[in-house]
């Protein structure tokens, strides 16, 4: 049996924590260095794996083809009395027209271009985030209008205009790469664990 009585506006509302709370400067720098390292690690692997897939189906496209073609002559030398070949060179072509549309469908060489753009991108952006210096300076004493604050906010901005241009990357990558520890990824972007904020 349904339950008729009211929600409550608390009940409606989903709960959310704040899973890094930075409470300097150099905490929040830090914990935006690792989304950074950690997207373009995920737009490196996506890229690689697009890549691959797009020779595993694009090989054997071109090799179909080239048998289908192949005995498509033999069929016209013996001229045409060939029934077995005929029907050989026919399923290749068809094989071979049904993996080329796959693969003009899924794109799989620009997705793999726009992975590997991508992962430029964050690439750049973290090298931006490495000339600002540490600072140990409370967020909550960072004005908007400080040097400090115009700095954090075309920081933010570039990272959220990099975040919306990259492309969708598969889950099943995404949580491969966001399953790494904290100081692998540390030290893939050559970050000092030392610095690490205390919350990933």
């Not at 002559?73 to 029934?83: D, E, I």
Request: aromatic share 4%; charged share 25%; hydrophobic share 40%.
């Amino acid at each position: 049996m349904a339950d008729d009585r009211p929600v409550s506006r608390e009940e409606k509302q989903p709960r959310t924590e704040k899973v890094f709370e930075p409470e300097t400067v150099g905490e929040l720098l830090l914990g935006w260095q690792l989304h950074v390292c950690r997207r373009r690690d995920i737009h490196e692997w996506a890229a690689r794996d697009a890549q691959r897939w797009s020779f595993l189906v694009g090989v054997p496209t071109a090799v179909l083809a080239g048998l289908a073609g192949a005995s498509a002559v033999g069929v016209w030398q013996s001229g045409g009395s060939n029934g077995t070949l005929a029907i050989i060179g026919g399923v290749l072509g068809l094989v071979a027209a049904i993996l080329a549309s796959v693969q003009a469908f899924l794109d799989l060489g620009s997705r793999a271009e726009r992975h590997r753009q991508a992962a430029i991108s964050y690439k750049r952006v973290l090298r931006s985030f490495e000339r600002i210096p540490a600072s140990d300076q409370k967020l909550s004493e960072v004005r908007d209008d400080s040097q400090p604050g115009r700095e954090l906010q075309r920081l933010q901005a570039e990272l959220a205009e990099v975040d919306g241009a990259a492309p969708v990357v598969p889950r099943r990558i995404a949580d491969k790469v966001e399953a790494r520890p904290m100081e692998v990824v540390l030290k893939a972007c050559e970050l000092a664990p030392s610095r690490t904020p205390s919350s990933p």
